[in-house]
């Protein structure tokens, strides 16, 4: 072949710094986002808050931190005036300056579980004797292990037989189970070189220290299983007939418990409907987790970056003022630059003047892609704003998308992990989207309108006679909304709402 040159021209997108920046800041959760800005303040002196900053400022601004100053003094004054040891109202305030007010509900979250038929109670239903009688070892700041070992000093042991049971209490996980069989804590004790006797050993020293465990409050701690947990709870209440079938229920037959099979279990037990029923009661006020009032939980409350407020037959929607950094440029350092032979450019700190730059661009580029998108969905779903979610109308990113100019895949990373607070509940901006079935008159109902649709009517039935999927679906035929009972199915799964079978009481 003989060598030719050729032109050709050609057009492609390059992803700067800049721009990767751009995007990453926009996927990222509010508190993904503070801790990159604590990053680039501690990597870059350039770059400050507001608070750091000493220079003069704008009048507004000036005004407004004054009169915040002198709420605060009024504050602190009253405080050491008073002597009823009342709580400042300085949170009180900063509430109503920005229009909002705390809510504890996660309205978008998931229902309380029940597994295998139990009721998940804050603490454990079986009594050790009376309140008074218990040692006092429970503090809000203990952790299980931490009540545990304050039980030991009362127990005669030994010294191996101490070492073996602080073994296990270090062992069980946050729900108070031990997960680890024995005979693996053994091998990762003495290792691959010990011989066998000493593992028999060891072993049976554990196997004492298991039955001091389950033994301590609270009861059904140290458990290997739930059926375990449950028994070791029914064991230390009195002695009746449906405690004793209780146990032989919770060692031998806790699934048919769950499927609620009660001919099956009547045949296998040879007890008759009532004893059962009283023995299922029994089990349902037993915890399934006893470790779990210990629990050091990390439930931050849902922080929203967006608010809409009614003002008057509209509504107004603004980002939330507390997670908006607030940065700038140290003057000092940028004048210092600007002064220095050769200007900006040939110095070492130019970069990181340009990187600080760039980087307050993008926040605020961040937030004002998240308030275009959430002005477009409010309009969209004017009917939630107002009546609620039964009101929810059909919404899939790419109508947001090509009204406002956007890629989809831009939709999709600023209604991630990103939260507005409405009139009706805090929500993720993807609640708001929903996939689009038709109905009778031609129209088309969001499926977040009909999951709620579902809720409510399984909310209002007959306990002794739960819906069926099958009768859901025609119940929502008869609103016009024709949904198959697959998917009627589907979308009770995803309320986490039993089926009629498991739904159904005496």
Request: charged content about 30%.
């Amino acid at each position: 072949m003989r060598p030719t040159l050729q032109v050709r021209l050609s057009q492609h997108l390059a992803l700067t710094p800049q721009l990767q920046q751009s995007i990453r800041l926009l996927q990222l959760s509010t508190l993904e986002l503070h801790q990159e800005v604590e990053q680039m303040l501690a990597s870059n002196p350039l770059l400050e808050t507001d608070e750091e900053f000493d220079a003069p400022l704008p009048t507004s601004t000036q005004e407004r931190l004054t009169e915040r100053e002198e709420r605060e003094e009024r504050v602190a004054q009253s405080d050491s005036e008073s002597t009823t040891g009342d709580a400042p109202a300085g949170d009180e305030m900063r509430a109503e300056e920005f229009g909002t007010t705390e809510r504890d509900d996660w309205e978008n979250g998931t229902e309380g579980d029940d597994f295998d038929g139990i009721r998940e109670t804050p603490s454990s239903a079986a009594p050790s004797g009376d309140d008074d009688e218990r040692p006092d070892t429970e503090s809000p700041d203990e952790s299980l292990q931490d009540v545990l070992r304050g039980q030991m000093p009362g127990m005669t042991l030994g010294e191996l037989d101490r070492a073996a049971l602080l073994a296990l209490i270090e062992s069980l996980n946050e729900d108070g189970y031990l997960e680890d069989p024995l005979e693996e804590l053994v091998a990762a004790i003495l290792g691959e070189e010990a011989d066998e006797e000493q593992r028999e050993e060891l072993l049976d020293r554990f196997k004492v220290a298991l039955k001091w465990l389950q033994s301590m409050e609270p009861a059904g701690v140290g458990a290997r299983d739930l059926g375990e947990c449950l028994e070791l709870q029914l064991r230390v209440l009195p002695r009746s007939p449906e405690q004793a079938l209780a146990i032989v229920i919770c060692r031998r037959h806790l699934e048919l418990l769950a499927k609620r099979d009660w001919r099956r279990m009547m045949s296998l037990t040879g007890a008759d409907e009532e004893l059962l029923r009283e023995a299922q009661s029994l089990i349902a006020g037993l915890e399934p987790k006893p470790g779990r009032r210990y629990a050091r939980s990390e439930n931050r409350p849902v922080v929203p970056d967006v608010i809409v407020q009614k003002a008057g037959r509209n509504f107004r929607v603004m980002i939330n003022p507390d997670v908006l950094p607030k940065l700038r440029i140290n003057d000092l350092y940028a004048q210092a630059l600007r002064a220095t032979r050769g200007g900006v450019s040939n110095s070492p700190l130019g970069g990181q003047l340009q990187e600080a730059r760039w980087f307050i661009k993008n926040i605020q580029q961040r937030f004002d892609t998240i308030q275009r998108v959430s002005e477009a969905i409010v309009e969209r779903q004017r009917g939630f704003f107002t009546h609620g979610e039964l009101a929810m109308k059909p919404l899939v990113l790419r109508e947001i998308a090509d009204e406002l100019g956007l890629h989809e895949s831009t939709i999709s990373r600023v209604t991630t992990a990103k939260y507005m607070a409405t009139p009706w509940g805090t929500f993720e901006l993807k609640y708001f989207f929903g996939s689009s079935l038709s109905t009778e008159a031609g129209g088309n109902a969001s499926s977040t309108a009909v999951r709620a649709l579902i809720k409510q009517f399984i909310a209002a039935e007959d306990a002794t006679s739960p819906l069926s999927d099958s009768q859901l679906s025609t119940m929502l035929g008869e609103q016009g909304i024709t949904v198959a009972r697959r998917t009627v199915a589907k979308y009770r799964e995803a309320l986490k709402l039993a089926p009629a079978n498991l739904r159904k009481t005496r």
